[in-house]
């Protein structure tokens, strides 16, 4: 009886975790359509109910990495003390900043046996979820992107970023290209199935090329020579063809962007604080409101606090920043397009101690895992310069879950292939 329990609660946890993937994909859709992305934050509820589950199940509270809960309170502590500015955008900026904690608690309290079919199964749904949003990448090209007209897509998905060539299927424009990223790294620490593998690995090489961005290129020619240097004696001139077709191909289809990109940053670092040579007329709105939050630096250096400038939360707080109307007319900025110019303005210099909590896992890894985790914490810094990161999309929950499985290395060692 005991054992039939076991397996009843094994099954529970693993299908909930995979319908927690599914209701943060089908946010890609729902916000697609009807700009409603609720979907991905209902996912990481539900994950954090499975948990309250677990706990009241087992009746007890387990202790995992100490070092890490109290450095975790204490900043929690800092926090609470010095930058509250209204409840509502502290609650909602609190739990962005660390969503991507939000499977430990579940997996303190998972067996191995679960957390391993859990693996198998999001390999699965991944080339599901990868192949069919490739066919409707296919049909964009195929219809002149009337395909999500049909779907009845908002206009900025039909009428502005596809007119640039940047087709990406079901997912928004922002999130394809650092899905597939991380699904890489996923496939190449735990999918032990060798045709699986190569599948699920060309698929995330194909959507990352259509996904045209940029950070995801570098990000991944980096891990390529990761990947791929203790074959590089016995297939050299091979890899060096892979990355040379790869970079050819991301170049062709993004060369247009990437002359600019270059074009408007050499400007932004040559005027950086000049906040009234940095507008829209002269670089892109990510590079502005990074010059503004490094004047706010200047002027507040442990920032604003929460729910102030560059995300959603600021929608919450009365007080938030303004900035002048002759440079954004909104006043008010609710999408800084950089999640390090949002947390730098807000924590200013003790947004030091937040990136430390990032670092902390290394020293409960494995020795084989610790070059992994160094990539992921590269995926995590260098797209949190250019994207917002892990505040929005549906691939926060992927990497939540990659820095779970990093974080209980030890406890699910049979989860990895190369631990």
């Keep these: 009886m005991q054992k ?16 927690a993937f599914l209701l943060n994909f089908s946010g890609e859709i729902t916000f697609g359509i009807f700009r409603i992305g609720f979907l991905d934050e209902l996912g990481s509820l539900f994950i954090l109910s499975l948990a309250g589950f677990m ?53 303190n ?12 199964g999001l390999i699965k749904l991944f080339i599901i979820v990868l192949c069919v949003n490739l066919f409707f990448i296919i049909l964009q090209y195929a219809t002149n992107n009337e395909i999500l007209r049909i779907l009845q897509y908002d206009h900025k998905r039909t009428d502005s970023w596809e007119r640039y060539g940047r087709y990406t299927g079901l ?10 990223l991380l ?46 240097r203790k074959y590089i004696f016995k297939h050299g001139l091979k890899i060096i063809l892979f990355l040379i077709v790869f970079s050819s191909f991301a170049f062709i289809y993004t060369q247009n962007t990437i002359y600019s990109k270059i074009e408007q940053y050499s400007y932004f670092f040559k005027h950086i604080g000049n906040t009234q040579k940095l507008n ?28 102030t400038f560059g995300d959603a939360s600021a929608k919450l707080n009365p007080n938030a920043f303004q900035m002048p109307r002759k440079y954004w007319l909104d006043k008010y900025v609710y999408m ?17 101690f937040y990136y430390v909590l990032f670092f902390l896992p290394i020293l409960f890894l494995k020795r084989k895992l610790i070059k992994y985790y160094i990539l ?44």
């Design 4 to 19: 039939i329990k076991q397996v009843i609660v094994q099954n529970f946890l693993s299908y909930g975790i995979l319908v």
């Design 55 to 107: 706990i009241i199940a087992k009746r007890k509270i387990r202790i995992y990495n100490l070092l890490f809960i109290i450095y975790f309170f204490c900043l929690s502590l800092i926090y609470l003390l010095f930058y509250i500015e209204t409840f509502p955008s502290f609650l909602y900026e609190y739990y962005k900043l660390f969503v991507f904690l939000i499977f430990i608690p579940l997996l």
């Design 109 to 120: 309290y998972t067996d191995k046996f679960t957390v391993e079919k859990t693996v198998n």
């Design 171 to 180: 997912f928004d424009v922002a999130n394809l290209g650092l899905t597939a």
């Design 183 to 228: 699904m890489l790294l996923f496939n190449e620490i735990c999918n032990k199935n060798k045709t699986g593998y190569f599948l699920l690995f060309g698929l995330c090489i194909i959507s990352l090329i259509f996904s045209s961005s940029k950070v995801g290129y570098l990000i991944f020619l980096i891990w390529a020579i990761v990947f791929l």
């Design 280 to 307: 829209l007329a002269t670089v892109e709105k990510r590079a502005m409101f990074l010059g503004e939050s490094i004047k706010i630096v200047k002027e507040h250096p442990f920032g604003l606090g929460f729910g």
């Design 336 to 352: 800084s397009d950089s999640s390090f110019a949002h947390i730098l303005a807000e924590q200013g210099i003790t947004s030091v």
């Design 376 to 419: 992921l914490l590269l995926f995590y810094f260098l797209q949190h310069m250019v994207t917002m990161s892990l505040t929005s999309g549906s691939y926060p929950m992927l990497f939540a879950f990659l820095f779970g499985l990093f974080y209980f290395n030890k406890k699910f060692q049979n989860v990895f292939k190369i631990s």
